[in-house]
T-cell receptor
Framework: DAGVIQSPRHEVTEMGQEVTLRCKPISGHNSLFWYRQTMMRGLELLIY????????DSGMPEDRFSAKMPNASFSTLKIQPSEPRDSAVYFC??????????FGQGTRLTVV | SQQGEEDPQALSIQEGENATMNCSYK?????LQWYRQNSGRGLVHLILIRSNEREKHSGRLRVTLDTSKKSSSLLITASRAADTASYFCATPTSNSGYALNFGKGTSLLVTP
Protein backbone atom coordinates (compact mmCIF):
# COMPACT_ATOMS: atom_id res chain seq x y z
CA ASP A 1 0.00 0.00 0.00
CA ALA A 2 1.31 3.48 -0.87
CA GLY A 3 0.07 4.96 2.38
CA VAL A 4 -2.21 7.96 2.70
CA ILE A 5 -1.97 10.05 -0.44
CA GLN A 6 -2.65 13.76 -0.42
CA SER A 7 -2.76 16.18 -3.31
CA PRO A 8 -1.59 18.69 -4.11
CA ARG A 9 1.60 18.82 -2.04
CA HIS A 10 1.80 22.57 -2.37
CA GLU A 11 -0.87 25.11 -3.22
CA VAL A 12 -0.50 28.84 -3.61
CA THR A 13 -3.69 30.74 -4.20
CA GLU A 14 -5.03 34.25 -4.02
CA MET A 15 -7.34 35.39 -1.29
CA GLY A 16 -10.96 34.74 -2.20
CA GLN A 17 -10.27 31.75 -4.38
CA GLU A 18 -11.67 28.30 -3.72
CA VAL A 19 -9.19 25.65 -2.59
CA THR A 20 -9.79 21.90 -2.68
CA LEU A 21 -7.49 19.48 -0.92
CA ARG A 22 -7.71 15.77 -1.67
CA CYS A 23 -6.98 12.63 0.28
CA LYS A 24 -6.91 8.92 -0.48
CA PRO A 25 -6.81 6.89 2.76
CA ILE A 26 -5.23 3.50 3.22
CA SER A 27 -7.48 0.73 1.96
CA GLY A 28 -9.31 -1.00 4.80
CA HIS A 29 -9.14 1.91 7.22
CA ASN A 30 -12.58 3.02 8.34
CA SER A 31 -11.61 6.33 9.96
CA LEU A 32 -10.32 9.43 8.20
CA PHE A 33 -9.10 12.62 9.83
CA TRP A 34 -8.26 16.10 8.62
CA TYR A 35 -5.76 18.13 10.67
CA ARG A 36 -4.27 21.58 10.26
CA GLN A 37 -0.80 22.46 11.53
CA THR A 38 0.53 25.94 12.22
CA MET A 39 3.36 27.23 14.39
CA MET A 40 0.95 29.13 16.59
CA ARG A 41 -1.70 26.47 17.17
CA GLY A 42 0.12 23.21 16.54
CA LEU A 43 -1.94 20.32 15.18
CA GLU A 44 -5.66 20.96 15.21
CA LEU A 45 -8.25 18.30 14.46
CA LEU A 46 -10.68 19.77 11.94
CA ILE A 47 -13.03 16.88 11.24
CA TYR A 48 -13.12 13.14 11.24
CA UNK A 49 -15.17 10.51 9.45
CA UNK A 50 -16.01 6.98 10.46
CA UNK A 51 -17.28 4.66 7.73
CA UNK A 52 -17.59 7.73 5.46
CA UNK A 53 -19.90 9.52 7.91
CA UNK A 54 -18.75 12.80 9.54
CA UNK A 55 -18.59 12.16 13.30
CA UNK A 56 -17.27 15.43 14.67
CA ASP A 57 -16.73 18.63 12.71
CA SER A 58 -16.47 20.91 15.74
CA GLY A 59 -12.88 21.71 14.80
CA MET A 60 -13.83 23.22 11.46
CA PRO A 61 -13.02 26.90 12.01
CA GLU A 62 -15.73 28.51 9.91
CA ASP A 63 -18.46 27.88 7.41
CA ARG A 64 -15.89 28.58 4.74
CA PHE A 65 -14.53 25.12 5.45
CA SER A 66 -16.31 21.98 4.31
CA ALA A 67 -15.30 18.33 4.01
CA LYS A 68 -16.79 15.38 2.21
CA MET A 69 -16.14 11.69 1.99
CA PRO A 70 -18.22 10.33 -0.89
CA ASN A 71 -16.71 6.86 -0.62
CA ALA A 72 -14.22 4.86 1.42
CA SER A 73 -11.30 5.77 -0.81
CA PHE A 74 -11.61 9.52 -1.21
CA SER A 75 -12.12 12.67 0.81
CA THR A 76 -11.92 16.39 0.11
CA LEU A 77 -11.46 19.46 2.25
CA LYS A 78 -12.66 22.65 0.63
CA ILE A 79 -12.09 26.25 1.63
CA GLN A 80 -14.29 28.82 -0.07
CA PRO A 81 -13.38 31.65 -0.05
CA SER A 82 -9.82 31.29 1.15
CA GLU A 83 -8.13 33.87 3.38
CA PRO A 84 -4.46 34.49 4.25
CA ARG A 85 -5.02 33.15 7.80
CA ASP A 86 -5.89 29.77 6.29
CA SER A 87 -2.25 29.36 5.32
CA ALA A 88 -1.02 26.18 7.01
CA VAL A 89 -0.09 22.59 6.38
CA TYR A 90 -3.16 20.39 6.10
CA PHE A 91 -2.79 16.72 6.91
CA CYS A 92 -5.07 13.83 6.18
CA UNK A 93 -4.74 10.65 8.24
CA UNK A 94 -6.52 7.32 8.33
CA UNK A 95 -6.80 4.47 10.79
CA UNK A 96 -9.11 2.27 12.79
CA UNK A 97 -10.50 2.74 16.29
CA UNK A 98 -8.00 2.57 19.16
CA UNK A 99 -5.03 2.04 16.89
CA UNK A 100 -2.42 4.26 15.31
CA UNK A 101 -3.16 6.89 12.72
CA UNK A 102 -1.28 6.95 9.43
CA PHE A 103 -0.58 10.42 8.09
CA GLY A 104 -0.14 11.67 4.57
CA GLN A 105 2.70 14.01 3.63
CA GLY A 106 0.46 17.04 3.91
CA THR A 107 -0.57 19.91 1.67
CA ARG A 108 1.21 23.19 2.29
CA LEU A 109 -1.32 25.92 1.56
CA THR A 110 -0.31 29.52 1.08
CA VAL A 111 -3.02 32.12 0.58
CA VAL A 112 -1.71 35.48 -0.62
CA SER B 1 -11.44 17.61 24.42
CA GLN B 2 -8.37 15.99 25.88
CA GLN B 3 -4.97 17.21 24.87
CA GLY B 4 -1.49 16.16 25.81
CA GLU B 5 1.10 18.77 26.65
CA GLU B 6 4.72 17.94 26.03
CA ASP B 7 7.63 19.10 28.09
CA PRO B 8 10.18 20.45 27.34
CA GLN B 9 9.25 22.43 24.22
CA ALA B 10 12.80 22.06 22.93
CA LEU B 11 15.69 19.79 23.79
CA SER B 12 19.26 19.84 22.51
CA ILE B 13 21.64 16.96 23.23
CA GLN B 14 24.72 15.33 21.78
CA GLU B 15 24.84 12.02 19.97
CA GLY B 16 25.01 9.11 22.36
CA GLU B 17 23.10 10.85 25.12
CA ASN B 18 19.59 9.89 26.20
CA ALA B 19 16.61 12.14 25.50
CA THR B 20 13.57 12.21 27.73
CA MET B 21 10.32 13.91 26.82
CA ASN B 22 7.26 14.14 29.01
CA CYS B 23 3.55 14.40 28.30
CA SER B 24 0.70 15.32 30.60
CA TYR B 25 -2.97 14.94 29.80
CA LYS B 26 -6.19 15.93 31.46
CA UNK B 27 -8.78 13.16 31.57
CA UNK B 28 -9.00 9.37 31.55
CA UNK B 29 -7.72 7.65 28.45
CA UNK B 30 -7.61 4.11 27.14
CA UNK B 31 -4.37 4.60 25.26
CA LEU B 32 -1.65 7.15 24.60
CA GLN B 33 0.48 7.36 21.49
CA TRP B 34 3.77 8.97 20.52
CA TYR B 35 4.52 10.27 17.05
CA ARG B 36 7.55 11.72 15.34
CA GLN B 37 7.63 14.41 12.66
CA ASN B 38 10.64 15.24 10.57
CA SER B 39 10.77 18.73 9.16
CA GLY B 40 8.35 19.15 6.26
CA ARG B 41 6.94 15.64 6.57
CA GLY B 42 3.88 13.93 7.96
CA LEU B 43 3.71 12.38 11.41
CA VAL B 44 4.90 8.84 11.90
CA HIS B 45 3.58 6.60 14.64
CA LEU B 46 6.22 5.39 17.11
CA ILE B 47 4.46 3.53 19.88
CA LEU B 48 1.05 3.02 21.50
CA ILE B 49 0.69 2.25 25.18
CA ARG B 50 -2.64 1.14 26.63
CA SER B 51 -4.01 2.30 29.96
CA ASN B 52 -3.38 -1.10 31.58
CA GLU B 53 0.31 -0.99 30.61
CA ARG B 54 2.98 0.82 32.59
CA GLU B 55 5.94 0.52 30.27
CA LYS B 56 6.60 -0.41 26.69
CA HIS B 57 9.77 -0.79 24.64
CA SER B 58 10.48 -0.57 20.94
CA GLY B 59 14.11 -0.65 19.90
CA ARG B 60 15.80 2.39 21.47
CA LEU B 61 12.45 3.79 22.59
CA ARG B 62 10.98 3.34 26.03
CA VAL B 63 7.58 4.72 26.95
CA THR B 64 6.08 4.83 30.41
CA LEU B 65 2.53 5.64 31.43
CA ASP B 66 1.35 6.71 34.88
CA THR B 67 -2.43 6.95 34.80
CA SER B 68 -2.59 8.16 38.42
CA LYS B 69 -0.51 11.20 37.48
CA LYS B 70 -1.96 11.43 33.98
CA SER B 71 1.51 11.53 32.50
CA SER B 72 3.72 9.67 30.08
CA SER B 73 7.37 9.83 29.13
CA LEU B 74 9.30 8.92 26.00
CA LEU B 75 12.94 7.98 26.41
CA ILE B 76 15.24 7.69 23.42
CA THR B 77 18.45 5.96 24.38
CA ALA B 78 21.83 6.40 22.67
CA SER B 79 20.49 9.17 20.47
CA ARG B 80 21.66 9.71 16.90
CA ALA B 81 21.66 12.78 14.68
CA ALA B 82 18.89 11.08 12.68
CA ASP B 83 16.63 11.28 15.76
CA THR B 84 16.43 15.05 15.23
CA ALA B 85 12.70 15.72 14.83
CA SER B 86 9.62 16.87 16.70
CA TYR B 87 7.92 14.39 18.98
CA PHE B 88 4.24 14.51 19.86
CA CYS B 89 2.05 12.67 22.30
CA ALA B 90 -1.55 12.01 21.32
CA THR B 91 -4.63 10.95 23.23
CA PRO B 92 -8.03 9.84 21.94
CA THR B 93 -10.75 12.48 21.79
CA SER B 94 -13.07 9.96 23.40
CA ASN B 95 -12.81 6.43 24.66
CA SER B 96 -14.46 5.27 21.47
CA GLY B 97 -11.02 5.90 20.07
CA TYR B 98 -11.87 7.59 16.84
CA ALA B 99 -9.65 10.66 16.59
CA LEU B 100 -6.53 11.89 18.36
CA ASN B 101 -5.68 15.18 19.98
CA PHE B 102 -2.03 16.16 19.78
CA GLY B 103 0.13 18.31 22.01
CA LYS B 104 2.40 20.99 20.60
CA GLY B 105 5.39 18.70 20.62
CA THR B 106 8.98 18.62 21.77
CA SER B 107 11.57 19.70 19.25
CA LEU B 108 14.63 17.49 19.63
CA LEU B 109 18.02 18.43 18.19
CA VAL B 110 20.78 15.84 18.33
CA THR B 111 24.19 17.19 17.39
CA PRO B 112 27.08 15.00 16.24
Amino acid sequence: DAGVIQSPRHEVTEMGQEVTLRCKPISGHNSLFWYRQTMMRGLELLIYFNNNVPIDDSGMPEDRFSAKMPNASFSTLKIQPSEPRDSAVYFCASGTANTEAFFGQGTRLTVV
Amino acid sequence: SQQGEEDPQALSIQEGENATMNCSYKTSINNLQWYRQNSGRGLVHLILIRSNEREKHSGRLRVTLDTSKKSSSLLITASRAADTASYFCATPTSNSGYALNFGKGTSLLVTP
